[in-house]
């Protein structure tokens, strides 16, 4: 089956739900869209279960022993950066990272095009853009690695 698009994301254990009403929005929005999940430390035999959520569904896993939550968090938000290239190398076609506390609600045509007209995009909330150089980003939370801005796009001044 030729895909229009590959629409990826990252999984623990902890965000299995989250991930079942994806695929399940996704099944009924982006049917024939592939979707690669790779689920980390994640029990293999829940893969026959996701499927049933989403048919084409293609599910890599990663087992790592982590010391505590918060890495195993860093581990997940970054484990974009090695899925990208390798992607990339498999498929010829555009590829779209979605959060996993994401949901499809509407036909996945829109995204499709958006995706196959620019090479690199970020879309953002308008609520979540901050001034860099404004005390309200000295209290942005701190994300899992440490750095700052979790959760928001900041707009830098030029």
């Given at each position: 089956m030729h895909n229009k698009i590959v629409v990826c994301t990252v999984a623990s254990n902890d965000f299995m739900h989250y991930l079942e009403r994806l695929l399940a929005s996704a099944n009924k929005y982006i049917?024939?869209?592939?979707?690669y999940l790779v689920l980390v430390n994640v029990d293999e035999q829940k893969a026959g279960y996701l499927k049933k959520l989403h048919k084409n569904l293609e599910i890599?896993?990663?087992?790592?022993k982590f010391k505590n939550l918060e890495e195993q968090r860093g581990y997940c938000t970054n484990r974009r950066a090695t899925l990208f290239p390798k992607l990339m190398e498999i498929y010829n076609t555009p590829?779209?990272?979605?959060?996993?506390?994401?949901l499809?609600?509407?036909?996945?045509?829109?995204?499709i095009e958006y995706a196959k007209e620019y090479d690199l995009s970020i879309i953002y909330r308008e609520n979540e853009k901050i001034k860099a150089e404004t005390n309200k980003s000295k209290n942005i939370t701190l994300g899992p690695l440490g750095t700052p801005f979790f959760n928001v796009f900041p707009e830098f001044n030029k």
């Open positions: 049917v024939k869209e592939l979707l890599s896993h990663d087992f790592v590829i779209v990272w979605v959060d996993v506390d994401s499809f609600v509407r036909n996945g045509l829109e995204m």
